[in-house]
């Protein structure tokens, strides 16, 4: 074998470097001081037996809920500790200038202008807007001339105000929001998923967020926070602005515009400064630690993104500022201590996370190792009673290495049961295993008896098992100073005791899919079986009218779309003819397609039908309607 010496010189050459490296590391070791690695396993859901637990007065719907929660509950309206409206709550501002707050998630802003008020975000359903309206209308008689959305969450009030008005004669209404908001809105409910075939999943986990599922009164009761969408309220936006600080006039009161470097929860937000009245509308600024993860899902949330955005409310250097979700603040030194406070909570996060993890952490230490010092902790701005922290550094993690925490036995894991099936036998069986559940119930170990009770129900759900993890997933919802985190652990307690059903998957709006019909074929796609298309090899063509004609190449176990422009030049195995009211039926699996033929409702007007119901086979039902206890439970509660 030949050797290669300068290869050899090379290498030599790279390990004196390196040794010269860790000697001139080595010797800074003598100066530098290392944190002590003790490892804080505190968590608010183990050793918790004895956290005291009160329930929350009237106003609270009697919630069970920690100290700490019902401290903040109980502050005065006034009081310069609350950071958040928990009841109906009317603020004049100034003269012409109000907040409207509520017990759910969002305010609502009024602003009067020489020709009209001007309303700013509208609640999240007819009822939000009701009380809204209610307040508005104690308050000023002035006719509403426009409406401006923050972004997309908070625009479905607005069907309800309009009606309002038209009762008054006024039927001229400007609706003003992100050049994005209308296309957010109809593709997918203004929940926007990175892919959007899921987002019948993302709405499916932020009903689960926000105390969908948790009863309206008494000790697991929604309290704070609550969002039932109705996205039947939404008035599509007919004013955009173009670009960045772009100057409107409005009702004949000159706004700003901003549409750019404000990221936050979503990338559509629009604020407004006025500068007459140097008052500042915004969505950057939470009434509580702002969600850097939100446990529903959805896009990374950059924390250097969300403090940029403050910093561009701080150099407007407002007088006055009204927020989508936090209590309003008046006098620039207020704001200002507001905006570093806030600024500095993100940072502190972020940096922290990032320091862990170039140090060898992975998403489940940092956890633990993130956690906000006593000066930052005690800002009524960064109260953690919607998001945990303990969320947002796993996050961050996730955001830059995915879910590998580098630790090799990691980089595959086995399937949930599988693994269950195997811890409850390493622990002696199924009875010994409900024993070290239940003893960590009894111990106030909560989170530990929820993951052991886990394993009982993934391998065998019986009443007790189901039970058990109920029991434990009621105590931590108890002990969480986080809404979110408290909806997760109730609405699962609930829905293991057969209290409620949750849903995995909303089916899609038949308005929506009818106004994107193109895309809805195009998301039909991933429904494909691949063991049933086996060497498949067909084009099917659906012709919905003029040109709404689109397709679908089967091409075994990869299907294509096709656009109206490929379908032209593609031949096509079968066509079937429709309204997109029926693609609907077909893509919420509210209708067979036998059934469908039979009524005359598909036509088929090349192939056969035959051919239709064959390669229509190739595709996986969606929603099971007839097994899925999750989509009759939502129709159930639909229907009434």
Do not use: C
């Not at 956890?367 to 919607?386: E, G, T």
């Not at 019986?462 to 009621?474: F, Q, Y």
Request: net charge neutral.
């Amino acid at each position: 074998m030949k050797m290669d010496f300068n290869s050899i010189g090379n290498i030599a050459m790279k390990k004196t470097i390196i040794n010269i490296s860790l000697l001139s590391a080595l010797s800074l070791t003598t100066t530098a001081s290392f944190a002590v690695n003790d490892v804080d396993f505190s968590s608010p859901y183990m050793n918790a037996k004895g956290t005291p637990l009160v329930n929350l007065p009237e106003n609270g719907n009697k919630a069970k809920v920690n100290q700490e929660t019902a401290r903040y509950w109980n502050l005065a309206k006034n009081s310069e500790q609350r950071a958040s409206y928990d009841e109906l709550t009317t603020v004049k501002v100034a003269e012409g200038i109000w907040t409207f707050g509520s017990p759910s998630l969002v305010n609502m802003q009024a602003i009067e202008a020489p020709k009209g008020l001007i309303i700013f975000d509208t609640g999240d359903n007819a009822k939000d807007a009701e009380e809204f309206y209610t307040m508005l209308r104690k308050e000023t008689d002035k006719p509403i001339a426009a409406i401006v959305y923050s972004h997309e969450h908070y625009t479905f009030g607005t069907r309800y105000l309009l009606e309002q008005e038209a009762k008054r004669g006024n039927k001229d209404i400007k609706i003003i929001g992100h050049p994005n908001t209308n296309g957010s809105i109809a593709k997918n409910g203004g929940l926007s998923s990175i892919h959007p075939e899921t987002s019948g999943v993302l709405m499916a986990r932020s009903i689960e967020q926000f105390n969908f599922y948790l009863p309206n009164t008494g000790d697991n009761a929604g309290f704070k926070n609550t969002v039932h969408v109705d996205a039947t309220g939404f008035i599509p936006v007919n004013l955009s602005p173009t670009h960045d600080g772009q100057k409107i006039n409005i009702a004949g009161l000159d706004m700003i515009f901003y549409i750019e470097g404000i990221g936050t929860d979503t990338s559509n937000q629009l604020m407004v400064y006025v500068p007459s009245k140097k008052v500042l509308l915004n969505n950057v600024m939470w009434g509580w630690f702002p969600n850097i993860y939100s446990a529903r899902g959805g896009r990374y949330r950059n924390p250097n993104e969300w403090a940029a955005a403050v910093t561009k409310i701080e150099e407007l250097n407002p007088e006055i500022l009204l927020s989508t979700h936090s209590t309003t603040v008046v006098g620039k030194d207020k704001i200002k201590a507001r905006l570093d406070y806030y600024r500095d909570g993100l940072a502190y996060v972020l940096d922290q996370s990032l320091k862990h993890i170039a140090m060898g952490q992975g998403p489940d230490e940092l956890r633990y190792s993130v956690k906000l010092p006593k000066y930052l902790a005690d800002s009524p701005l960064l109260v953690q009673n919607y998001g945990e922290i303990s969320l947002m550094g796993p996050r961050i993690f996730t955001a830059l290495f995915g879910q590998f925490d580098r630790d090799a036995a990691h980089l595959n894991k086995l399937h949930p049961k599988d693994e269950a099936m195997r811890m409850v036998k390493a622990m002696g069986g199924e009875e010994k295993t409900y024993a070290v559940a239940k003893e960590a119930f009894n111990n106030g170990d909560y989170l530990w008896s929820a993951q052991v009770a886990d394993y009982l129900v993934e391998t065998n759900p019986t009443k007790a098992n189901k039970d058990l993890k109920a029991d434990a997933l009621e105590q931590m919802g108890y002990r969480t100073t986080s809404t979110n985190s408290r909806s997760f652990y109730l609405a699962q307690a609930a829905d293991l005791r057969g209290e409620v059903s949750i849903i995995t998957n909303v089916p899609s709006n038949p308005e929506s899919v009818v106004a994107n019909i193109a895309d809805f074929v195009n998301y039909y796609r991933i429904r494909i079986n691949p063991e049933r298309s086996g060497n498949t090899q067909a084009t099917m063509q659906f012709d919905f009218g003029g040109d709404n004609v689109f397709g679908l190449e089967i091409n075994r176990a990869v299907v294509k779309y096709l656009d109206n422009k490929k379908i032209k030049n593609a031949k096509a195995d079968v066509t079937m003819q429709m309204k997109p009211e029926v693609w609907a039926e077909i893509y919420n699996n509210t209708a067979t397609l036998d059934n469908l033929l039979k009524s005359g409702k598909i036509k088929i007007t090349q192939g056969d039908e035959a051919k239709a119901v064959q390669l229509m086979g190739l595709f996986d039902p969606m929603y099971d309607w007839q097994n899925d206890k999750g989509l009759q439970y939502l129709q159930k509660l639909s229907s009434k």
